[in-house]
């Protein structure tokens, strides 16, 4: 396999949105689960892996003005709709980022399940320095029904109480949700969704 920004790039210069698996039309899920973490216009929020998601122009639309958008890609982040040039887009690599501030709410959503092992412990720990200490996670990855590969990449599948071992103590968890993504070719994708709570 290429590495991952290569084959990320490549995906997104070579596929269109509705080509690939995780497509949705609307991030309904995404913005509930945001939405029932408490929202004021004040919230920031980033949506980490944002891909093409159009989550970050519905929460500008839904009055929020401090939205970022961080993804591998820069080929995904130069064509998202840029909800009139409002939405921070940071092109990084999650696992080795350096924040350079923090948010109030963190979106992952078919992010956190590429990594391996040792990714996913950086990914961790770039959460904690990126979030507000009283912060919210909203965090959707593959359950263990779900896919063994997407996008030609192996997965790691996760259940609540693995997930809920890797966020560690420093979470509590507030809700736990399965839900099936059909793709745009009709193959269901099990998902589990996770809003916690960091601790203080
Ligand atoms: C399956 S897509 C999901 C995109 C988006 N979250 C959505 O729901 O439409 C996975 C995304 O994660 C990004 N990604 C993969 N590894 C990453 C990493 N290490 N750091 C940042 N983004 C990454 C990819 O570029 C891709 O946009």
């Given amino acids: 396999m290429s590495d991952p920004l290569s084959h990320w790039n490549q995906v997104y210069r070579e596929s269109r949105p509705e080509a ?18 408490g929202l004021t216009a004040d919230t920031s929020v980033i949506d980490v892996g944002a891909g093409r998601s159009p989550l970050g122009s519905a ?23 840029d909800a009139g ?16 501030r ?52 192996r997965v790691t599948r996760y259940d609540e109480r693995s997930l809920e071992e890797f966020m560690g103590v420093e979470f509590e968890f507030l809700e736990t949700l399965r839900h099936t993504h059909l793709t745009p070719w009709g193959a269901p994708q099990d998902f589990l969704w996770i809003l916690a709570q960091r601790r203080t």
């Fill in 20 to 37: 690939t698996s995780w497509y949705e039309d609307s991030p309904l899920l995404s913005l509930d689960l945001l939405e029932r973490s």
């Fill in 59 to 81: 929460l500008i639309a839904r009055g929020l003005h401090d939205v970022s958008a961080l993804d591998i890609s820069s080929e995904a982040l130069a064509q998202l709709d």
């Fill in 85 to 100: 040039d409002t939405l921070q887009r940071i092109v990084a690599d999650v696992t080795t980022w350096e924040p350079p």
């Fill in 102 to 153: 923090q948010f109030d709410r963190w979106h992952d959503r078919a992010v956190l399940h590429f990594l391996t092992p040792r990714d996913a412990q950086a990914y961790r720990n770039v959460l904690l320095t990126a979030l507000v200490p009283d912060g919210r996670v909203v965090i959707g990855v593959f359950s263990t029904s779900g896919p063994e590969a997407c996008s030609g990449l």
